[in-house]
């Protein structure tokens, strides 16, 4: 059976917000961090992906927190493999601060691609990662399928080079970016995001014209358009 | 005499752009973060600056680097406190990769102000500070005036919940990131920046409506304008 992988971390001037906590796409980032240092050391992290023409593909991701860590606070984030299916795997985290009190907890969902076709590849087929899955419950519920957005406001974004990550598209966090700057700046001090769920449905490419769109419900609701129409990211986000 | 401070970083898969080597922003943030934490460690760092109602503000940045390093690199970054005057202090750097060699440098100059009165404090005052000047020249070209920019592309910008820091400004690095992203994206392929220089006028505050105005001469500059026309920062950044 896999092992669980504990990586550690600490909020620094730069991840977090005027509040002084940690800005949920700096907390978002360590997680999927610890993710692909687990990868790593257990053989199958993008470089060794990357020399057989495959990659890791993002696909959905919930957080919960009970709160964001304030700055200069430790994270201790623990991350193992749940299940593996033909085209799609679990990764789950829990993240603790430094007395080991469970703050927060997540689960992603990824696929393997071959970077060649973009088809994705039969996870069945890698012994390494079968070695590492886990049988241990997901912490939190799994991230569930959002439906279309009807958006009470939008607002256009070109992808610009500071938002694109290594193969020009734009970085997972980077759409929660785009999102989380659309809402009341009240909100960061007024409520909690006690839960947050991504799908991510095709890859924004630098250049592309964009409308972040936001349904301001009881659930914030979003999604990412291409100038076609079509969408590219969609998020929930529940407040307390 | 006052002592280097050092400090080490790992480029992180965050860090990079999709040359897969470090952005100027990223690399911009491990120095002022070295600088952070070495104030921090002689006694006069935001937290002890905080509790007296005083804050550093940055007002001149010169880096020169070599080449950007790679993802997962590791770096030391060297710091030290040079000149004081009344108003003005200058902090030196040197960055040097996992083999000690150097890969580049960078001067900042910083005024003690305090926050209620936004006015400057006399640094000479200062007892810690003063024992924390080392007799150490600069090791590069200090940052100088750049003159007004006659702009041949500007862009609006939105100053949003992502560009601010703790005091509801833009955070130094967000300027330099909103220049890049004007910048034709071969240039990252094709063109090292060797030096770049930013001098920090007056701040831009959650909100605000910025024009980024770039002149494409062979030294690029740039200027951030609030909605009154008045110039916020300028840069110049020189290639090779």
């Not at 088809?119 to 519920?141: H, T, W």
């Amino acid at each position: 059976m896999g092992e669980t992988g504990c990586y550690t971390y600490r909020i620094e001037p730069r991840d977090v917000d005027f509040t002084r906590q940690a800005t949920l796409m700096a907390l978002g980032d360590d997680i999927l961090h610890a993710a692909g240092e687990d990868a790593d050391r257990n053989g199958f992290g993008l470089r060794v992906l990357g020399a057989n023409n495959a990659s890791w593909v993002l696909s959905r991701f919930a957080v919960e927190m009970e709160r964001r860590p304030a700055q200069y606070e430790k994270l201790r984030v623990e991350t193992w493999v749940g299940d593996v299916s033909r085209l799609m795997t679990t990764r789950n985290f829990r993240v603790l601060d430094e007395q080991g009190n469970r703050i927060g907890a997540a689960v992603s969902y990824w696929a393997m691609i071959d970077l060649s076709s973009r088809q994705p590849l039969d996870l069945r087929n890698n012994p390494d990662y079968l070695k590492a899955v886990r049988d241990e419950p997901s912490p939190i519920e799994k991230p569930g399928r959002i439906a279309r957005v009807e958006p009470s406001r939008t607002e256009a974004h070109r992808v610009v080079y500071s938002d694109v990550d290594f193969n020009r598209h734009a970085n997972s966090m980077k759409y929660l970016e785009w999102m989380v700057d659309m809402l009341p700046v009240e909100w960061h001090t007024e409520r909690v995001c006690r839960r947050y769920t991504l799908n991510f449905m095709h890859e924004a490419r630098y250049g592309d014209l964009l409308d972040i769109c936001f349904e301001d419900a009881p659930v914030s609701l979003f999604e990412v358009r291409n100038a076609e129409g079509t969408a590219l990211c969609r998020a929930s986000l529940e407040w307390k």
